[in-house]
């Protein structure tokens, strides 16, 4: 079943009519040479950005039509950077809460670190203190707060070494089988799609050029992707 569609979407000199969908609870890498408008793509899902012309649809309704907190709410965003502020790991966690003057209670905290398999005593632990291994499972457990049902990921192993890459992947495939996620997961990585992927979208110069399972992308006859794949091995 698809969970989210695009319809021709074009911004700015990113994007370019885009169209194509995700299958719910499956994982979906974005993947593509530098600049090719993957992240674009991603942040048009929750409403970070929006088209310039078509639409996005999220189970079958314009996002332009839905409340953009309860978007995100449903999409749930983590990036690059894990960026973070000065404070506790709790601190962190509770700031999407903050921002609408609610508040995280220390069960919830700690049944949100023991998903990302992090003890309770890491809440009140300063995030300076973590390693960049800890900050990303404090990132992934952030967007859990709001109890999403799509998960999207911008480069979230990109600064990490091999081994804890390998442990961030295990986790996310652990979640998303564990809560029925839709995971789209923006990466640089052709041996991570590899790994994590049911679904790949293969983008370039803001163009999607292919869609679908896997095992697709090695059996395309488009130019550039062959060429792009020759490189990559």
């Given at each position: 079943?698809?969970?989210?569609?695009?319809?021709n979407?074009?911004?700015?000199?990113?994007?370019?009519?885009?169209?194509?969908?995700?299958?719910?609870?499956?994982?979906?890498?974005?993947?593509?040479?530098?600049?090719?408008?993957?992240?674009?793509?991603?942040?048009?899902?929750?409403?970070?950005?929006?088209?310039?012309?078509?639409?996005?649809?999220?189970?079958?309704?314009?996002?332009k039509?839905?409340?953009?907190?309860?978007?995100?709410?449903?999409?749930?965003?983590?990036?690059?950077?894990?960026?973070?502020?000065?404070?506790?790991?709790?601190?962190?966690?509770?700031?999407?809460l903050?921002?609408?003057?609610?508040k995280?209670?220390?069960?919830?905290?700690?049944?949100?670190l023991?998903?990302v398999?992090?003890?309770?005593?890491f809440?009140?632990?300063?995030?300076?203190?973590?390693?960049?291994g800890?900050?990303?499972?404090?990132?992934?457990?952030?967007?859990?707060?709001?109890?999403?049902?799509?998960?999207?990921?911008?480069?979230?192993?990109?600064?990490?070494?091999?081994?804890?890459?390998?442990?961030?992947?295990?986790?996310?495939?652990?979640?998303?089988?564990?809560?029925?996620?839709?995971?789209?997961?923006?990466?640089?990585d052709?041996?991570?799609?590899e790994?994590?992927?049911?679904?790949?979208?293969?983008?370039?110069?803001?163009?999607?050029?292919?869609?679908?399972?896997?095992?697709?992308?090695?059996?395309?006859?488009?130019?550039?992707?062959?060429q792009?794949?020759?490189?990559?091995?």
């Amino acid at each position: 079943m698809e969970i989210i569609q695009f319809e021709n979407v074009s911004h700015q000199e990113i994007l370019r009519n885009i169209s194509g969908f995700f299958r719910e609870n499956k994982i979906t890498t974005f993947i593509g040479p530098s600049g090719a408008g993957k992240t674009t793509c991603l942040k048009h899902i929750n409403g970070l950005l929006s088209p310039d012309s078509g639409s996005v649809f999220y189970r079958g309704e314009d996002i332009k039509n839905i409340d953009i907190t309860g978007l995100r709410k449903r999409a749930g965003m983590a990036f690059q950077s894990a960026p973070m502020f000065a404070g506790t790991v709790y601190d962190n966690l509770n700031l999407p809460l903050q921002i609408f003057n609610d508040k995280l209670s220390q069960e919830r905290a700690a049944n949100l670190l023991s998903m990302v398999e992090l003890s309770e005593d890491f809440l009140y632990r300063k995030i300076n203190t973590l390693s960049g291994g800890e900050k990303s499972r404090i990132s992934l457990a952030r967007t859990f707060v709001s109890r999403p049902e799509v998960l999207l990921l911008d480069e979230i192993t990109s600064s990490l070494d091999y081994t804890l890459v390998r442990e961030i992947e295990r986790l996310v495939m652990k979640l998303q089988q564990e809560h029925g996620l839709t995971v789209i997961w923006v990466t640089h990585d052709l041996a991570q799609a590899e790994r994590v992927s049911d679904d790949i979208w293969f983008l370039n110069s803001g163009e999607l050029l292919l869609q679908g399972p896997i095992e697709s992308l090695y059996n395309s006859n488009n130019t550039f992707i062959q060429q792009f794949l020759k490189g990559e091995r």
